[in-house]
């Protein structure tokens, strides 16, 4: 135990006394409300208490600014079962949030804080398809928040960290409370950071997959559709659309932000590879079904978008499920083995339809 002393009024030293949380919402209170608090969390993290999921309510889940997950469990020593039940939530928690689809996450998000996660990213047009990609492939930061720190359970950190893949982090953070009248303390200690920063470093090694990233590696993986990559990079170019790649993906993705006539983004449309169907095109456009109805584009300009979708091969049922959705569904994807370059120019041609003034 980390020993700390205070300086009283008449030149003494004393030192605190073990204060410890009379139940674990206490700490799991403490740490939603400070977030800070939790190594690896930036300042502007969104935070979740009680986050229903089909293993029960996880204690804490934060998504930051950059999209990154964060699983928080509390415990107290005073728990006899500490290291068996909060490894195994924790987990049984990531396991319930893996492959979970974004708006699944979204919705249940939204059920407990009253907010969206994304009414704050506007200025950030793949924060939505960053969060999706850490859920479908696992990318968690698991925290085991616990008010005493033992030998077993930092054994168990340890071996965590070397057994989960490369996507998660497994940490452990001590909050001992200490009290000396009516000054409180707080001393954080954290076990495991090394083992997660290590881990962290070889992420940042990823690509950010750019457009030529991006063709890059679809020379090597999948050179049947370089042509039509360059032809819908090329219509993109020359409409003044900027690809944009995601930064730290294990696979390629990356997307064109569909913007209005006054620069507020509508949606966006990806790319992304599939293990199963390669690499696909997604139109996605849920940030505009949210939009109040006096924001949205002139009704002429949309009727031409899903007019012009619609007669491109291969691209009907987007723009019928488009139409019937509202603009609020992001499926199918679909394949571009399936598309010939010209489709995938004119699908640009009609995304730009959206920018014009009505």
Known sequence: ?????????????????????????????????????????????????????????????IVDADGEVTLVECKLAANPQVRREIVGQMFDYAA?????????????????????????????????????????????????????????????????????GPGTSVIAVEYARRA????????????????????????????VWDAPTYRAWLETNEPALVGKFDAFIAEAAARDRVFVGSPRATSPSGGLPVRDARGRQ??????????????????????????PEEELPDQELLERFLHDLGNIPGLAEVAANLRSSRFASRKPNI?????????????????????ERP
């Not at 209170?29 to 029960?56: K, M, N, T, Y």
């Not at 704050?120 to 990609?133: E, I, K, M, W, Y």
């Not at 394949?335 to 920018?355: C, G, I, K, Y």
């Open 1 to 61: 135990m980390r020993q700390i002393l205070i300086r009283q009024a008449d030149g003494t030293w004393r030192e605190p006394a073990d204060a410890g949380y009379a139940l674990e919402a206490d700490l799991q209170e403490l740490l939603a409300a400070h977030p800070d608090l939790i190594p690896g969390v930036g300042p502007q993290a969104a935070v979740c208490r009680e986050f229903q999921s089909a293993a029960g309510p996880a204690d804490i889940v």
């Open 96 to 164: 319930r949030l893996w492959r979970m689809d974004v708006e699944e996450f979204d919705a249940r998000w939204r059920a407990r804080t009253g907010d969206s996660l994304f009414t704050d990213h506007s200025g950030n047009p793949l924060f939505r398809d960053t969060v999706a990609r850490n859920l479908a492939e696992a990318r968690f930061r698991i925290v085991l928040a616990v008010d005493a720190i033992n030998e077993p359970l930092k054994r168990m950190v340890e071996y965590l960290n070397a057994m989960s």
């Open 180 to 207: 000396l009248g009516p000054v409180e303390v707080l001393l954080p200690e954290v076990y495991g950071q090394e083992l997660a920063e290590a881990k962290s470093v070889a992420e940042d090694d990823r690509k």
């Open 266 to 291: 509508l949606g966006t449309v990806s790319l992304f590879h599939f293990s199963v169907q390669g690499t696909s095109i997604e139109f996605s456009f849920i940030r505009m079904s949210r939009m």
């Open 335 to 355: 394949p571009l083995s399936a598309l010939t370059e010209d489709a995938l120019r004119q699908a640009v041609a009609a995304v730009a339809v959206l920018a």
